[in-house]
């Protein structure tokens, strides 16, 4: 079965930076498309940022809140998603969520545990 397990969140100063890993099971990351989607207090669940499969040439797209600043990426050995945070904002102070949504066998979304990630002085 599907299984999102993230790590990285943390307390960071605004300007540094942050790397979030989410190791998945249950499907093989290559093989779909992955997100990361944050929601910040008193606000709602957005989508932060997207990579698409390999066979869809693993196109990478992001928020325009965050263009520039955050990457992500996936190692496919550890069959893990990353998203690489740089140039933090105290704006950015979120739980971060890893995300999949499943096309086949039935369509369902598949979410993390979700990590804090907390930028201030």
């Known amino acids: 079965q599907v299984q999102l397990v993230e790590s990285g969140g943390g307390l960071v100063q605004p300007g540094g930076s942050l790397r979030l890993s989410c190791a998945a099971s249950?499907?093989?990351?290559?093989?779909?498309?992955m997100d990361w989607y944050r929601q910040a207090p008193g606000k709602e669940r957005e989508l932060v940022a997207t990579?698409?499969?390999?066979?869809?040439?693993?196109?990478?797209i992001y928020a325009d809140s965050v263009k520039g600043r955050f990457a992500i990426s996936r190692d496919n050995a550890k069959n893990t998603v990353y998203l690489q945070m740089n140039s933090l904002k105290p704006e950015d102070t979120a739980v971060y969520y890893c995300?999949?949504?499943?096309?086949?066998?039935?369509?369902?979304?598949?979410w993390g545990q979700g990590t804090q990630v907390t930028v201030s002085s």
């Open positions: 995300h999949y949504y499943m096309k086949y066998v039935a369509y369902r979304h598949y």
């Open positions: 249950g499907i093989i990351v290559s093989a779909n498309a």
């Open positions: 990579i698409t499969s390999s066979s869809s040439s693993n196109t990478t």
